[in-house]
């Protein structure tokens, strides 16, 4: 009922011009201000402080955010570091996610302005050490830990672009002494440990990680570079690639297992719940009509930035599969309505531009009103991205099940 909505919305901001609805419309018309400006944000925060008597401090870093982001845009950290009343993670943050971008993101891409991507990317890591030792407020020391590692993951990179790789591997060793499920951060580990300690000692690293289940085409990629250097024979570098895909498919089969084992829990039936949603050429979608067939349902929005990177992949499963008349994937477009900022017809042009802009063959269906994400329980389960596995008899076999997905479409097909 979203007329009656608006104006009960607009009642109470009448009669409570201070109130909660006139907070939350002021902070939503100043997110959707298009470009903003050190001096709009800067009047936009003492309109507001004036407006709702609050000067707090986490009101003013909801402003400081924006702040430190048009200075950084303009490589401008002295006007950051005297910021009054801004907490210094926000800015450490900050710095990180700049200097990640400069980085290339991972070993092959070329980085940018390198000199000034480390000066900032060590300035956050300075940052976050200081709170660790002066803890404030409700700090807790292990997300600081976290912190600090996933910046010196960021610092190393660039190290490394820049041959700094004694370095580089230094600050690399405290993130994997976390032993993340991160193939990257292994990959980038074992570049640095090959130029800084040699191929002996990055062989051994690599066939580690591989014989623990590691999944990786660029680990295993250097692991052959390596063993091409060292005159190995290649029949010893297949055994240990056949050894860690056998290692990987004991834990994607382990994992499976849990997951089937919880779908009751998790959703409260084992059961697909039926629902009819349009697709993008406007064509009614029953989901009922494909039983006897194996479905995966995707729930995915444009602005969830691990749905856009989980895509290439689903593209590859619905390449692979694209002739194959028992199995049918369907990619449901949900959250889009931002409080009833668009419409539908605003939301499907929306999608269908993303979906042509990356050449994406999905079967894209529309859950306008969020009703089936509600059936599926995917806030309570995580959020999107979340995938479903219904089998032939309309049984959920399994819930976000990740790098198995592949393996579980081809046992139940």
């Not at 944000?41 to 008597?53: A, D, G, L, S």
């Amino acid at each position: 009922m979203e007329d009656k909505c608006q104006e009960i919305t607009d009642l109470a901001i009448q009669k409570y011009p201070t109130g909660e609805f006139a907070k939350r419309k002021f902070w939503n018309d100043f997110f959707r201000k298009p470009d903003k400006t050190i001096e709009n944000v800067k009047e936009t925060m003492k309109q507001y402080e004036t407006n709702f008597q609050d000067g707090s401090a986490q009101t003013k870093n909801r402003f400081n955010q924006f702040l430190v982001w048009l200075y950084l845009a303009n490589k401008d950290t002295t006007s950051i570091e005297n910021l009054k009343d801004c907490d210094q993670l926000i800015i450490a943050e900050a710095y990180n996610s700049a200097a990640w971008n400069l980085s290339g993101q991972d070993l092959t891409s070329p980085g940018k302005d390198l000199d000034y991507a480390e000066a900032i990317s060590k300035k956050s890591l300075d940052l976050v050490k200081n709170r660790m030792l002066h803890l404030e407020g409700n700090d807790n020391i292990d997300p600081l830990k976290n912190m600090y590692n996933n910046n010196a993951d960021t610092y190393a990179l660039i190290l490394y672009k820049q041959g700094k790789y004694d370095e580089a591997l230094q600050y690399e060793e405290e993130f994997e002494k976390q032993n993340f499920n991160d193939a990257g951060n292994k990959e980038r580990y074992a570049a640095f440990a090959e130029k800084a300690k040699g191929p002996e000692f990055a062989k051994s690293y690599i066939e580690s990680k591989l014989e623990n289940g590691v999944v990786s085409e660029n680990l295993l990629n250097q692991l052959h570079s390596i063993y091409q250097q060292l005159n190995l024979p290649e029949s010893q570098f297949e055994a240990i690639k056949q050894k860690g895909e056998k290692a990987h498919d004991k834990i994607v089969e382990k994992e499976l297992q849990d997951n089937a084992n919880n779908v009751q829990r998790i959703l409260g039936t084992t059961k697909a719940i039926d629902f009819e949603l349009t697709n993008l050429e406007g064509k009614t979608v029953k989901l009922s009509d494909y039983k006897g067939k194996l479905v995966v349902l995707d729930f995915w929005a444009t602005w969830c930035a691990p749905c856009r990177a989980s895509f290439p992949g689903m593209q590859k499963l619905v390449t692979q599969y694209k002739d194959n008349s028992n199995i049918a994937f369907f990619f449901i477009d949900c959250g889009e309505r931002e409080a009833g900022k668009f419409t539908d017809e605003q939301i499907k042009e929306k999608v269908s531009k993303f979906i042509n802009d990356n050449h994406y063959t999905f079967n894209v269906l529309f859950d306008y009103k969020d009703a089936v994400q509600q059936d599926y329980n995917i806030l309570g389960n995580q959020g999107i991205p979340c995938q479903f596995v219904i089998d032939k008899t309309g049984t959920i076999i399994a819930i976000r099940p990740g790098d198995g997905l592949s393996k579980l479409i081809e046992k139940n097909l």
